[in-house]
């Protein structure tokens, strides 16, 4: 590619016909439309059906196996009457996609006839092939067999493209032998994990009506747009997901001019249209922005139960993909697709809570008088301290190796983040003190009679902080923007699970010996303070002196990259811990460390690949073009007896050399096939290979500074970001 065909990219992207959209329908209009509710089951069920299918639904008790022909038979009745010929189990392997296996509604009568038909058994029960998804070792050809199971707690909905409406059923992705091959079978355990433990507490707590304790999940997406022209010749965009190289451009996002900016009119068209088919689906959007580096935006949805907001988050990215296309974009969903400016996360806001007691983790306006609000946050307190290498292994990836630690990412360190009032309060407690003596919410006068007096909240913000609490909920804030929530969800869940049960012994012990139950919760917290405190932090979680007093100081663990931090998945701590909620087997836990570590040598070996035939075959020739141009210019002007400054010259000839150097080492460290152990193996490439590939960039990237514009044969960051 050259400048003349960029050039012609450009026209056609600023010479484009806006694409011809349906005005946005009303909300209430199109609802949940496409998707077989508890509203549309009433319709169509028996009430007794109905009935038993909503007891397991809201109450989690055993599906009456019986029912199952008569759901089946309206589920395809309903998808019929609106357009579907074809039923998918859909499920989530061990891959951040989601996977789905195509039925038709056929069945073969004996005379020569046939029906639309869905027998109940095929509802339930699906059987993919269990050995062709990441599965650590678990599955392999000779033995092959795998299962999907009907999760009826997520709603069945139907999924309509240019190529027809298909029926989609949630499931779990179970092997033979009974392993978790997905990321919805670990999730739904520990969902059963906390509530069991979180049952326990309440009750000691003196409540007697409990209803089933559920975690709820609000994923904020952030993404980019880049422009369909642009990515087609972008190898490293198009098969990597983010830019290998590329110059940075004379404005990035240092002027603050992006975030909340108005939202370009192409990207609100898009925007509309993806809300539009989500909330046919039952998917809450709420929130749609600019998000701080050019081309980045952002959707964030209401809350909803953890499994079924992780569903919709995995639909969510599917959706935004898919429209993308249909707009001329290409959405990209990896953490750092371009250098120097923000990459993209998924904030996770988690909390907890039920019908009965509501929030568990709203403090209301009296926090040091809520002692259930206490109990659990100071359980969530225990679990990150004791479980924080896992939520740094629970979002790994290479991709997010690349964000982690600046641009408004947190760092690598799990830490807690409190705020002032919170932090304060739980201090005076790990003193022996329960008062009121704490920062309180207050009123902000602005000065001007025309403008309303703000109610200010108790605590600032903290965008430095991985695990902070906003309020009612904490925010999760390292998931990757690529990242399935449910890994983030399972190690949260599980790791509450685990301290709501030691929390459950310790308040027994206290309340044997006779005293009160506030006197029992503040000598519960102290415990867990005086063990557990140093996980608190609100300051600067940039700073280098934070990173040096959470290491030597507090004992707080730093592993910066995915090859210091999956390793964790191994470790007796992590196997006892899922062992004990039965959330994980040891044998699904070294499955998954499998999966992720190869899921990580892949992706480094194929950016090794695309850095090394990008800097052979399209910037090089460019250099040497470039160097052929201009020096045949010099020598002709010196013929003249004109005489320039060869500098230019030099240095580009310079780079040139020192590219092709560095192209050679980086494929003479390629070679090296002996590795000792799986963490060998990607520690080399975490140490080795990526120092490298970002050697051989920063010659690309000052080639980029000093080539002909029109012999430049990749699109630029300025073209890209900014160009819509």
Not at 313 to 330: I, P, Y
Not at 655 to 675: G, V, Y
Request: charged share 20%; with cysteine; proline share 4%.
């Amino acid at each position: 590619m050259t400048y003349e065909s960029r050039a012609q990219a450009i026209n056609q992207i600023t010479e484009r016909e806006p694409i011809s959209v349906d005005p946005p329908s009303r909300l209430e209009d199109i609802w949940a439309v496409d998707v077989f509710s508890l509203s549309k089951m009433k319709q169509c069920l028996p009430k007794a059906v109905f009935k038993s299918l909503k007891i397991t639904i809201e109450a989690g008790e055993e599906l009456d196996a019986s029912i199952a022909d008569t759901v089946a038979s309206a589920m395809k009745n309903w998808a019929i009457s609106k357009g579907a010929s074809y039923y998918a189990h859909v499920f989530y392997p061990m891959t951040n996609a989601t996977a789905e296996k195509h039925d038709g509604f056929i069945s073969t009568q004996s005379d020569g006839t046939a029906i639309a038909e869905l027998a109940g058994k095929l509802l339930v029960q699906g059987e993919p092939d269990g050995s062709s998804f990441p599965n650590g070792g678990i599955r392999s050809t000779f033995k092959a067999r795998g299962y999907t199971a009907w999760d009826v707690t997520s709603p069945a909905y139907l999924m309509e493209t240019d190529n027809g409406v298909t029926l989609c059923i949630p499931t779990v992705f179970v092997s033979w032998t009974g392993e978790a091959l997905d990321k919805k079978t670990p999730l739904l355990r520990s969902l059963a994990a906390m509530n069991k433990s979180a049952n326990r507490v309440l009750k000691l707590l003196g409540n007697s009506n409990i209803g089933t304790v559920n975690s709820s999940c609000g994923a904020e997406q952030e993404y980019f747009l880049v422009d369909a022209h642009f990515v087609w010749s972008r190898p490293d965009l198009l098969l990597a997901g983010r830019t290998l190289f590329g110059k940075p451009p004379a404005k990035g996002q240092q002027f603050d001019d992006h975030y909340f900016g108005a939202i370009p009119e192409r990207v609100q068209v898009f925007m509309q249209d993806v809300e539009q088919k989500m909330y046919r689906l039952g998917i809450p959007a709420k929130t749609r922005h600019n998000e701080v580096a050019p081309g980045q935006f952002e959707i964030a949805p209401i809350f909803e139960a953890a499994n079924v907001a992780s569903d919709h988050q995995q639909l969510t990215m599917t959706l935004l993909r898919q429209t993308a296309k249909k707009h001329g974009f290409v959405c990209l969903l990896h953490e750092k697709p371009f250098a120097g400016i923000n990459g993209s996360g998924k904030h996770v806001n988690w909390s907890v809570g039920n019908s009965t007691q509501g929030n568990l983790l709203d403090p209301g306006d009296s926090p040091h008088q809520n002692i259930q609000f206490l109990i659990f946050c100071a359980a969530v307190i225990r679990g990150v301290h004791q479980h924080g290498t896992l939520l740094r292994a629970v979002i790994a990836s290479a991709g997010n190796d690349h964000r982690l630690g600046a641009n408004e990412a947190p760092p690598a360190i799990m830490s807690v983040y409190l705020g002032s009032q919170l932090e304060e309060l739980f201090n005076n407690i790990a003193k022996g003190e329960l008062n009121d003596q704490y920062s309180r919410s207050g009123i902000m006068n602005l000065g001007v009679d025309t403008l309303p007096t703000l109610a200010k909240d108790a605590n600032d913000r903290n965008r430095t902080s991985p695990f902070a609490f906003t309020g009612n909920r904490f925010e999760f804030r390292a998931v990757g923007s690529s990242q399935s929530v449910s890994g983030p969800l399972i190690a949260l869940n599980t790791m509450l699970a685990d301290s709501l049960s030691a929390i459950g012994d310790l308040l027994e012990a206290e309340l044997g010996k006779g005293i009160e139950i506030e006197d029992a919760v503040v000598t519960v917290i102290q415990k867990i303070m005086g063990k557990h405190g140093a996980v608190i932090f609100g300051g600067d979680g940039y700073s280098e002196e934070w990173h040096k007093m959470a290491v030597e100081e507090r004992g707080l663990a730093n592993l910066p990259t995915t090859a210091d931090a999956l390793p964790v998945l191994k470790e007796e701590n992590t196997k006892e811990l899922f062992e004990r909620t039965g959330v994980l087997s040891s044998a699904d836990l070294e499955s998954r460390f499998e999966v992720y570590a190869e899921q990580y040598i892949l992706s480094i070996e194929m950016e090794v690949k695309l850095v090394t035939d990008m800097a052979k075959t399209v910037v090089y020739p460019a250099a040497m073009r470039h160097l052929d141009n201009i020096a045949t210019t010099v020598t002709n002007l010196e013929q003249m007896g004109i005489h320039l400054n060869r500098d230019h010259i030099n240095g580009v000839a310079y780079l040139t050399n020192s590219l092709t150097d560095k192209i050679d080492k980086l494929q003479s460290a390629t070679a090296k096939s002996d590795f000792g152990t799986t963490e060998e193996h990607m520690q080399y490439y975490a140490t080795t290979l990526c120092p490298l590939m970002k050697d051989v960039r920063a010659d690309v990237d000052a080639l980029e500074a000093e080539v002909a514009l029109d012999l430049w044969p990749l699109p630029t960051y300025q073209e890209m970001l900014f160009i819509k």
